[in-house]
C-alpha cells in the first residue's frame, strides 16, 4: 500500500503555526507530510520561525514546481493569503485538466480572527475541497455568501482555529492579575503617534502598579518578518524612553508566556482567543475607537471591550455566552481531527466538492476575468501594455503624444 502524501504550503510563520497541529494529525494516521514555501513569491521563514511553528525544516520550491508537487499529492495543506489560495485552485486545475486524476483533497482556512475581507476571503478559499472556518458567525455568513453565488456549502466545516481546545479551560488567572502580557500586532495601530499612545499607558499602567509585571510581546523581533511587517517596532518606538523594572518587551513565543500570565491585553490579536482557551482574563483595549482599521469591530458581542482607564481599576470583563458559542462551539472534537476526519473520507470516496465550485459559472467568470488581465499570477506577469511587442509600444506611445498635443491645441 503507498503512503499517503501531504503537502503542506506556507509563506510566513502564522501561516506554518496554522500548519502545525493538523501536520501532527496526518503524521499520526500514517501520512508522509513535507512543509514547502514558494521560492519566487514573496515569503519570509526565518530558521527560529520555523523551530518556533515546530518545524525541522520548510524547502523552498518555485511557484509552477509547487503546483506540479501538489497535483501528484493526496492532500495539500494551502496555508497561503486568500489570492495565493485560489491561485493555487486555478493552477491546479490546469494541471489537472488534462489528466483523470482525481487530484489531491485541498485544505484551506484562516490563521486568526478574521477581521478584514471577510467575503474576499472566503471566496478566495471556496475553490478548495474543505474550508476549515473558525467560528459560528463567520460559517453562517459563508454559506449565505456561497448559497447567493451559487457555489453551495458544502465544504464549509466548521473547526475553531488548530491551536485551540473544543472547550474553554475554567477561568484560573488571579484577580487582581500578577503578570500582565500585551499582545502587540504588527499593524494595528498602523500610525506610529497611536502605537507610541498605547505603549505610553501600558507603561503607565506598570508605573501605577508597580508590584505586577508587565510585558509588551511583538509580533516578531527587529529584522524578522511576518505577513503583516511591523513599520513601527516597539524597540525602534520607545527608544531613549524611560520605562520602569517592572516593564519589559520579551520575545518568548506566546504559547510559553501564556503559562505565567494572569492578564492578556491587545487590540484586536488572536492571541486573545489562545489566552480565553487557558482560562486567562482578557481585555481588548478600546481607547483608540472601534474601527475596522483596528479589526476590533468583530468583538462588539465579545464582553472583553475596555479601555486603559477600567484595566487600570482592574475593571475587567468576562466573555459572553454569544461569543463562547462562536468560536468554541458546536464542536467536540479538537479542530486537528476534525479537518483529518474529513480528509480521510474524501479520500476514501473519491469526493472532491471543490470541483462544483470550480465548475459554477461565478468562479468561471472570475477565472477567465482574472486570466485576461494577468490576475492569476500577479508577481511573474508583465502588465499587458508590456506585452505587447516593441513596434506595438512604441505606436501606443506615439498615439498617446499625438492625443495630447491635439488636446493643447483645443486649449
Known amino acids: 500500500m503507498t503512503t499517503p502524501r501531504a503537502l503542506l504550503i506556507a509563506a510566513y510563520d502564522s501561516q506554518l503555526k496554522w500548519c502545525s497541529s493538523l501536520r501532527t494529525e496526518l503524521a499520526e494516521r500514517g501520512f508522509t507530510c513535507e512543509a514547502v514555501a514558494p521560492s519566487d513569491l514573496k ?15 520548510v524547502d523552498l520550491r518555485p511557484w509552477d514546481e509547487i503546483v506540479r508537487d501538489a497535483a501528484g499529492c493526496d492532500v495539500v495543506v494551502v496555508a497561503l493569503a486568500g489570492p495565493l489560495v485560489q491561485r493555487l485552485c486555478h493552477d491546479l486545475a490546469e494541471q489537472l485538466e488534462s489528466s483523470r486524476e482525481v487530484g489531491p483533497v485541498l485544505v484551506s482556512g484562516w490563521v486568526g480572527i478574521i477581521i478584514e475581507k471577510i467575503t474576499a476571503g472566503y471566496l478566495d478559499r471556496a475553490c478548495t475541497d474543505v ?12 454559506a449565505e455568501v456561497g448559497a447567493a453565488l451559487g457555489i453551495g456549502s458544502e465544504n464549509l466545516v466548521l ?18 492579575p500578577r503578570t500582565v502580557l500585551w499582545a502587540d500586532q504588527p499593524t494595528v495601530p498602523a500610525a506610529p503617534r497611536e502605537r507610541r499612545h498605547v505603549y505610553d499607558r501600558l507603561i503607565a499602567y506598570a508605573e501605577q502598579h508597580p508590584d505586577r509585571t508587565v510585558m509588551l510581546k511583538p509580533r516578531h523581533r527587529p529584522g524578522e518578518d511576518t505577513f503583516h ?30 503559562d505565567d500570565t494572569d492578564l492578556l491585553l491587545t487590540v484586536s490579536s488572536t492571541a486573545c482567543l489562545e489566552a480565553l482557551d487557558r482560562g486567562l482574563d482578557v481585555a481588548l483595549v478600546a481607547d483608540l475607537g472601534i474601527h475596522e482599521r483596528y479589526g476590533n469591530q468583530v468583538f462588539l458581542d465579545s464582553g472583553l471591550l475596555r479601555t486603559f482607564e477600567q484595566v ?26 476534525v479537518l483529518a476526519d474529513r480528509v480521510e473520507k474524501l479520500l476514501a470516496t473519491a469526493e472532491r466538492p471543490s470541483r462544483d465550485v470550480w465548475a459554477s459559472t461565478y468562479v468561471r467568470g472570475v477565472w477567465a476575468a482574472r486570466d485576461a488581465v494577468g490576475a492569476s499570477a500577479p508577481s511573474r506577469r ?16 506615439q498615439a498617446t503624444g499625438d492625443v495630447r498635443r491635439l488636446v493643447r491645441r483645443a486649449l
Request: net charge neutral; hydrophobic share 40%.
Open 43 to 57: 515569503s519570509a521563514l526565518s530558521p527560529t520561525q520555523i523551530a518556533d511553528a515546530g518545524f525541522d525544516h
Open 229 to 258: 511587517r511591523m513599520k513601527h517596532h516597539p524597540e525602534d518606538v520607545l527608544e531613549g524612553v524611560p520605562t520602569p523594572e517592572n516593564f519589559a518587551i520579551v520575545y518568548d513565543p506566546i504559547t510559553q508566556l501564556l
Open 159 to 176: 473547526t475553531g482555529l488548530p491551536f485551540l481546545s473544543s472547550r474553554p479551560a475554567a477561568p484560573r488567572a488571579q484577580r487582581p
Open 131 to 142: 474550508v476549515a472556518v473558525n467560528s459560528g458567525a463567520d460559517l453562517r455568513h459563508f
Open 312 to 337: 487600570a481599576a482592574d475593571e475587567i470583563g468576562s466573555m459572553s455566552d454569544s461569543f463562547r458559542d462562536s468560536y468554541f462551539g458546536g464542536r467536540d472534537l479538537p479542530p486537528a481531527q
Open 382 to 397: 508583465a502588465p499587458l501594455w508590456r506585452r505587447v511587442p516593441s513596434a506595438g509600444r512604441r505606436k501606443v506611445v
